[in-house]
């Protein structure tokens, strides 16, 4: 909540007897980086800057908009008011005691007295934001948790609707978005139907990639708002699939049943990202059926770098539409996370892997990057003092890099596994280099350091001395300090984290790597061996001061640094840049197994909570009702593996839920050993309705993640699906292997 609300809501428990308490004061003092003993002072800063803001706002005719109250209260509420109904916040460390019951009627008093105080405080508006319980799913029961948002909406209502009878509800869908399980269509049509049509609007607000209208009947009749997130607070490459945009926009905007959708916005939470992606998402808020990218990137390279440089730029942007603007998987370049090698999962964030099989669909795009800095660069010259350009210019060179350094840190473990020497220091000098380039390039932007935002952070009166630590902290850390869950979640390519904190974390690895390798092992205990110094190396980067000397960064401009790394990098013609997953993948003419799910009697279920497998003679759909469901099928016969095995399956994602879990294959080596490998094709399939096509090269897999050195995979036994516990439909309408 931003701090000026937070202290207006205590300024209305403040006029209900309820004072400021010491542990307010410190929460308050610690979340604004300021040191201020006197909570009063505190207070009247905030408001000064708030108030600073909403005239700026009102300067350009745009409304402020305001908060709604969300029924949070301290501890000194309830000893003001023993009976009041009300539920403790899981969050203990916040000096928000609880939460306030919505069925209690002081929550509309409250809500209601909330707004007026804000508009006391901060002038007129009409428009008031609060969603039900994001990320939170109060209540033990189904009838306790009903209870909560069927009350959260009535006391809303009555709570606006009493200060502002021209009042009208900003509500964002991501709390019923991310829980699928609490917030079923059943509950949030009930939620919906006890607010008037007149006085709400819901945000679909991940729409581009996950939109709620299609699976809850265009949000029952209410109006909408068409919403695009891109980004999460880490995603700092380029990606986003504009193709996908444009149609998804333009569907909406062409159909019938969408005649509620009234608004189109932007919620990133990484912004100075994706220019183009933006540039393109505003162009479809103001006219959708007259966006294509044949009129789109001409009109936008003319704007951005000017007619004579228009032409080859357009070229440059269109190798990102065929690479990494073609997708909405926001890839991780692997230095922002903690490395660990496993056997079948050489990228790995210990549980929280980034890595599936689908990385191996952007290595072609490797090629593209090469040739978008090549046409970039011959425009190096007329572009010198465009700022636009020189961003630009940076983003794609640190892109092409982060590319390139998963590559090699993939052959990094490949040779780890197969105890190649030779071939390790290879790729450890390589990944060296890239990270030193990566270093180069970013240094060259004054937004691509901490330094300056730490020095203007540092000109704000009031300002306390813990600043720098909490800007660091917020890049990696992220809010944890000791004890984060989400390290690196807001993962940034800043110069000084580059430098001081990733390239630390990557020469770690590399050297457990080796010592292993010196003893010839290919098995690291991830929690013994490598968790507890990519701990230490984070608190380190928190708490110890920085100090940047003027040699350590590039002394040249950032198209000097772009060309001497593509001096550097140009040459790929050595690289293996063969996807193994997706359509680039080809079928062999040769089909080895099939089926067609017209029945599943060659299906076995494999466990499962409440879930089925069932075939209408065209489809299998399979259910989750509430936890995972998988089943498997043994091969009529042992499948060899040989070059050019292939599998593929066609998937749809449906109803309630949010992604298929896995794909799994079973195998035996030379040894008669059995083994698994999982394909993970679908980790980031949402619930759209839509068709997905899977190819797999699982030869090239299983050599990709170092199984084919280790040992001999002879044959394959058996494969299972599963999908991962939540309120979901799988359908499958066809799976088969092949070989050449």
Known sequence: RPAFEHITLHEVFSDLGIKGTERERVELARDLGVVIDDLNELKQYQVKMAREVLDYVRSWGLEPVYEAFSGDIPEEFIEKYPKVRHFKKLDETSFVYGRLHPADPLFAEIGSAYIKKQHQMFGPGHFYYISPYPEESPGATREEKDELQINFAKSTVNGIKTADPKGKWLCSGWAFTADRVTWDNRALKTFL????????????????????????????????AFGVIHCFGGNVSIFGNVKDLIRRVQEVASDPKAKNCKQFFLSPEGITYNSMYFDLATKLAWDPKKVNLETYLPDFADRRYGEESSANMVKCWQELIESVHSTNRYND???????????????????????????????????????????ALLEKNKQMDNKLYQNDLVDITKQYLGELFNYHLLQLNRSFFKGEQVGFETEAKTINRIMDDLGKIVSTREDYRIEPI??????????????????????????????????????????????????????????????????????????????????????????NDLKVKPEDRYQ????????????????????????????????????????????????KSLGGERGVFASDGKVVTMKSLRGGVSYGCVFPRLIPIDKGLVIGFRAQLVGDGNRLSAVQVFWEDSAGQRRDTYLYPTAEMWATGEWEEYRVDLFGLLSLLGEVEKVKPVALKAIHISNRPAPCEVRWDWMKITAD
């Open 193 to 224: 139907d006890a607010i008037p049509n007149d006085m709400f609007l819901v945000w679909d607000v991940w729409a581009e990639m996950h939109p709620m209208y299609k699976w809850t009947d265009y949000f029952f009749g209410k109006d909408w």
């Open 333 to 375: 370049h692997f230095y922002h996370r903690w490395l660990a090698p496993f056997p079948n999962n050489p990228y790995s964030v210990f549980e929280r892997s980034n890595f599936v099989p689908d990385f191996t669909e952007r290595l072609p795009y490797i090629k593209h990057l090469n040739k978008a800095l090549e046409y």
């Open 454 to 543: 730490i020095e203007k952070s540092l000109r704000i009166p009031g300002v306390g001395p813990d600043t720098a630590k909490r800007v660091r902290d917020s890049v990696s850390g992220f809010n944890g300090y000791e004890g984060a869950w989400n390290w690196d979640y807001n993962a940034k390519d800043f110069f000084e984290l580059i430098k001081f904190y990733y390239l630390k974390r990557v020469d770690f690895y590399i050297a457990v790597l080796r010592e292993k390798m010196q003893s010839h092992q290919t098995r690291i205990d991830h929690v013994k061996e490598l968790e507890p110094t990519y701990h230490k190396l984070t608190i380190d980067w928190i708490y």
């Open 556 to 603: 040249g401009s950032s198209a000097q640094a772009a060309t001497e790394i593509f001096s550097s990098w140009k040459d790929i013609s050595s690289l293996d840049l063969t996807p193994l997953f997706g359509l680039e993948v080809k079928f062999g003419s040769k089909v080895i197994w099939e089926d067609d799910f017209s029945q599943t009697d060659n299906w």
